[in-house]
């Protein structure tokens, strides 16, 4: 619900609760969704903030599920391959894919197993970005734990895990879900 326009508080959720049936625990279901993209969103952006200042400025979110898919092949992947676990179209999977290579987070390779195949295999600075990135989520959770208690971070943790399908808990297609890619 936002206010009229002709209002001062244009584009900002007001009285969240006007008109809403009233519910046993007092909080309107939409908040849970809006709360844990909220969540999501605000690590996110500390993890690029924090990758930024440790050398990798031209990271973006996109590109972080892209390298993830990348490195799930022994030997890097394809556009194909690439663009399935994103769940976007291979000429998607291939704009990210001359990105990254434009960046230098992934080069192409001949695919040893068929020599009219090519790969995409992530370099140095590629596999850096992935290593960072795993320390500052280490650390933002870490921050949580101090802020919530320890006991209250793992609880949320085995809550959602209890709630969120084992086969959908780690895919890597939200990039095209959330219209990235």
Request: hydrophobic share 45%; no cysteine; net charge negative.
């Amino acid at each position: 619900m936002v206010d009229h326009a002709d209002e001062e508080n244009v584009n900002q959720v007001v009285d969240r609760r006007k008109g809403i049936p009233e519910r046993q625990d007092d909080t309107p279901g939409f908040e849970l969704p809006l709360l844990l993209f909220a969540g999501f969103r605000t690590l996110i952006d500390r993890l690029h903030t924090e990758l930024a200042r440790q050398g990798h400025p031209e990271m973006r979110p996109a590109h972080g599920f892209a390298l993830q898919a990348i490195a799930a092949g022994p030997y890097g992947a394809t556009a194909s391959d690439i663009g399935r676990r994103l769940g976007v179209s291979k000429q998607a999977a291939g704009k990210t894919v001359d990105r990254l290579l434009a960046l230098g987070y992934a080069e192409r390779a001949d695919d040893p197993g068929d020599a009219r195949r090519k790969l995409v295999r992530l370099t140095p600075y590629g596999i850096d970005a992935l290593a960072r990135s795993a320390a500052v989520f280490d650390e933002l959770r870490a921050d949580w734990a101090a802020r919530l208690g320890a006991d209250r971070v793992r609880d949320l943790e085995d809550a959602l895990r209890a709630v969120v399908p084992a086969e959908t808990a780690f895919r890597l297609d939200a990039t095209s879900w959330l219209g990235g890619v």
